[in-house]
């Protein structure tokens, strides 16, 4: 990584850029789209998540990846904002939920390393941050020297956990909406760290108008691995009148019992608090 006229230090694992502004950042990468880019480092600092002799791209001064800004509709997230700062500053305007997940996502010091556009882009893992954002249909941006382009978290993410990001872009911000959400709910069991340890994420959300529901979104996360979402049945809710039959919930959770992974990705404790958490959330619904 010599001759690049960039700031490069010596690290402990081989040569590190750490650039100052987006524009030098998207430069160098754009010249070595392999490099392994660092956000907040929780996750690649872990020697077995990482190339050992490759050279990383550090972000951690790229002020303007660090910004939230807020609008009526939506809230535009950095992707090296802290989760610390972002549950901080969150708590006056992003929905509960987001919020609540947030919380949950380990102790204080490691919220202020911890960064959202991180989270999201750790492959081959889904922690329920990330699901929720997915859920509430978040969108992310991916920047590479002389193009952006906006895409769903649930396009960005594949159904195994992986990411769908070019050679030479970098997730620069995540943008999620505020839309009004009048029940919410979150269950954790266990942590999804290490990836493929016993790990639960039961989370839920709706909206309901005029004793109907509107909106109804429920999403599972197993092991830190795989999830679950009932879209069909997400749908079939809207405009329904509340409270819902027995029959009623009796048949989404069906749904939910059906689905091949809940099967084989669970142990029996799992799957009772799966259906659990699901038919306390559809009872919630008044």
Aim: glycine share 8%.
């Amino acid at each position: 990584m010599s001759n690049r006229g960039d700031r490069t230090r010596q690290g402990a694992d081989g040569p590190v850029s750490v650039p100052e502004t987006l524009g030098e950042a998207l430069q160098i990468l754009r010249k070595h789209p392999s490099l392994q880019i660092w956000s907040g480092g929780t996750w690649w600092s872990q020697p077995a998540n990482r190339d050992e002799t490759g050279e990383i791209l550090s972000l951690h001064r790229v002020r303007e990846l660090r910004r939230v800004v807020r609008s009526d509709i939506q809230v535009e997230v950095g992707s090296t904002v802290p989760m610390e700062r972002l549950y901080t500053v969150g708590r006056r305007f992003l929905p509960q939920l987001v919020v609540d997940t947030l919380h949950q996502i380990g102790p204080p010091p490691l919220r202020n390393l911890a960064s959202i556009g991180g989270a999201i882009c750790i492959p081959g893992t889904i922690l329920p941050i990330t699901a929720c954002l997915q859920m509430l249909d978040a969108r992310v941006e991916l920047r590479r020297q002389g193009n952006s382009r906006w895409v769903t978290l649930n396009q960005f993410r594949d159904p195994s956990g992986g990411v769908r990001i070019a050679p030479g872009e970098i997730l620069t911000r995540v943008r999620i909406p505020l839309h009004p959400w009048t029940h919410w709910s979150l269950h954790n069991y266990g942590t999804p760290f290490p990836v493929g340890t016993e790990s639960l994420a039961v989370i839920c959300a709706a909206s309901i108008d005029k004793s109907e529901i509107s909106e109804f979104r429920f999403v599972l996360v197993m092991n830190g691995t795989s999830q679950i979402r009932l879209r069909e049945a997400e749908m079939d809710l809207v405009g329904r009148s509340i409270p819902l039959t027995e029959r009623e919930s009796r048949s989404v959770i069906g749904v939910l019992e059906s689905h091949p992974y809940f099967g084989s990705a669970l142990n029996d404790i799992g799957r009772w608090r799966a259906s659990n958490g699901l038919r306390e959330f559809l009872q919630k619904l008044r």
